[in-house]
């Protein structure tokens, strides 16, 4: 989960998601309307009874606020809740087997970072028909899955490539909220599959997003186009504006696929 604004446990309820299987909170920067939610959402998840551990990446500073309020108004926690503390800079903050997590500092009113999730490349895919053509036995699948050439009892060798195919391109997301245009922030984002940039205002209103350290919807179609982004999701609309549309139709002028993002929007990175 990335932040955690007002009524979170309530949207998780609404959409029908697992509180079991949330474990990583990332919060972008320490203003209530990314963070006011946590309570609230701990006090949720501690009634439901979940076991487990839910890691909360933030800055110190935001780690010693929190904690204090936890062992307030959340005691009797059935799961552990642990500080990852991170800094505003460029950094690898999370790695598991198949996935990376990194910081990118932002340009906000208070310390502020975006977070980039990269998969890591997978492993090739098995030919079924083939393997069982050449007779492939079950324990050498691993082996063959990461790229080894099959020897035959009799010494031939079936290249591998006969017997897979190759792997999935791995995905990527980047969410970068709050921030003012950065004109080095595409250059740190890179080609990623899905861009969440946010669009808190209009071109017409330009002269406000810069010193509020927000962004227009269209330098966050710049940014996706200088990172070489497949898609751009818009989001964190000032509420000035009546009809979200015109955040996709300022984007489109400058980058060609947009995606406008709406409570409880489901999106497929791909
Ligand atoms: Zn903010």
Redesign the pocket.
């Known amino acids: 989960m990335i932040d955690c604004g007002e009524g979170a446990q309530l949207s998780f309820m609404r959409h029908r998601l697992s509180f079991r299987r949330l474990r990583h909170i990332f919060l972008t920067?320490l203003?209530g309307?990314?963070v006011f939610g946590l309570p609230g959402l701990i006090g949720t998840i501690a009634l439901n009874g979940t076991g487990g551990d839910l890691t909360i990446h933030t800055f110190q500073d935001g780690a010693e606020q929190l904690s204090s309020i936890f062992k307030y108004f959340c005691r009797d926690t059935p799961f552990d809740i642990r500080f990852n503390i991170i800094k505003p800079e460029e950094k690898v903050i999370l790695e598991t087997k198949s996935l990376t997590v990194r910081t990118i500092p932002l340009d906000?009113?208070?310390p502020?970072v975006g977070y980039v999730f990269e998969e890591k490349a997978g492993d090739r895919h098995i030919r079924p028909d083939m393997t069982r053509f050449h007779e492939v036995p079950l324990y050498m699948m691993k082996r063959i899955k990461a790229g080894e050439d099959f020897i035959k009892p009799d010494g031939t060798v079936i290249p591998n490539d006969i017997l897979t195919s190759p792997p999935s391109p791995p995905l990527s997301y980047a969410h970068i909220?709050?921030t003012a245009y950065m004109k080095n922030l595409a250059a740190k984002i890179g080609p990623v599959s899905l861009l969440f940039h946010e669009t808190t205002y209009l071109e017409e209103h330009k002269s406000l997003a810069a010193p509020r350290?927000h962004s227009t919807a269209r330098q966050a179609a710049m940014v996706a186009r200088d990172a070489g982004a497949k898609a751009l999701l818009t989001g964190h609309y000032s509420s000035r504006y009546k009809d979200d549309s015109l955040f996709k139709k300022e984007a489109l002028e400058i980058f060609p696929n947009v995606i406008l993002n709406n409570e409880g929007l489901v999106t497929v990175i791909k």
């Open positions: 920067h203003h309307d990314h906000h009113r208070v502020a909220s709050d350290g």
